[in-house]
Nanobody, 118 residues
Framework: QVQFKESGGGLVQPGGSLRLSCAAS????????MSWYRQAPGKERELVAS????????NYADSMKGRFTISRYNALNTVYLQMNSLKREDTAVYYC???????????WGQGTQVTVSS
């Protein structure tokens, strides 16, 4: 059974940093690209970043370029999202899924809440 468990969110001031983790189970992530998504209140889920199966290629939404870094540790079946220079508009619930720029699985984790506020 495919499962995603996101963690690392919290309350941070504008300009601050957070590192999110996504532990996957039920499949081996080394066989797949992986992506992070986010959903802000009242908005649709949107793509944040993607990383290829062995981490050579990455892709970011325009508003995240230069601030966010996606990485992966296949041996731990885990994907990370380092978020720097956070802005209020980054406030959202963050999720991960397999796939390059579109989710491979219908299953989603509970996500991790990121709140950027002073």
């Amino acid at each position: 059974q495919v499962q995603f468990k996101e963690s690392g969110g919290g309350l941070v001031q504008p300009g601050g940093s957070l590192r999110l983790s996504c532990a996957a189970s039920g499949f081996t992530i080394s066989n797949y690209p992986m992506s992070w998504y986010r959903q802000a209140p009242g908005k649709e889920r949107e793509l944040v970043a993607s990383i290829s199966s062995i981490g050579i290629s990455t892709n970011y939404a325009d508003s995240m370029k230069g601030r966010f870094t996606i990485s992966r540790y296949n041996a731990l079946n885990t994907v990370y999202l380092q978020m720097n220079s956070l802005k209020r508009e980054d406030t959202a619930v963050y999720y991960c899924n397999a796939g390059w720029q579109s989710p491979l699985y219908d299953t989603w984790g509970q996500g991790t809440q990121v709140t950027v506020s002073s």
